[in-house]
């Protein structure tokens, strides 16, 4: 599997936005941010099939987040508009190399490379 480096992270104000970036490399279908909030567990936030194609999202972040991809589909991205203070979490890219559908595309198990994350700070 590919090595992944996310970028992007910092500090905002809510309603700010920042864009996450992820270098992605080696064989997937399938790539992914997942996000872990101080206390909980890692969810997903979105995912996209390789190509830029049947996009999944948690429900908390539809209407505010996008994910894409580059045209050469080395790079990942996450587009966050309107930011909130629970969107603060360590922000994950992840590639997997299984199909996913609308019921398993958020569980940890589907990807099987991680990056490190970066930090994302949403705070008056």
């Known amino acids: 599997q590919g090595q992944m480096m996310e970028t992007g992270g910092g500090s905002v104000q809510p309603g700010g936005s920042l864009r996450l970036s992820c270098e992605t490399s080696?064989?997937?279908?399938?790539v992914a941010w997942f996000r872990q909030r101080p206390g909980n567990a890692r969810e997903g936030v979105a995912s996209?099939?390789?190509?830029?194609?049947?996009?999944y999202y948690a429900d908390s972040v539809k209407g505010r987040f996008t994910i894409s991809q580059d045209n050469a589909r080395t790079t990942l991205y996450l587009q966050m508009n309107s930011l909130k203070v629970a969107d603060t979490a360590m922000y994950y890219c992840?590639?997997?190399?299984?199909?996913?559908?609308?019921?398993?595309?958020?569980?940890?198990?589907?990807?099987?490379?991680w990056g490190q994350g970066t930090q994302v700070t949403v705070s008056s």
């Open positions: 992840a590639t997997g190399t299984h199909a996913v559908n609308a019921k398993n595309w958020n569980l940890e198990s589907r990807y099987s490379s």
């Open positions: 996209i099939r390789n190509g830029g194609v049947a996009e």
């Open positions: 080696g064989y997937f279908i399938r």
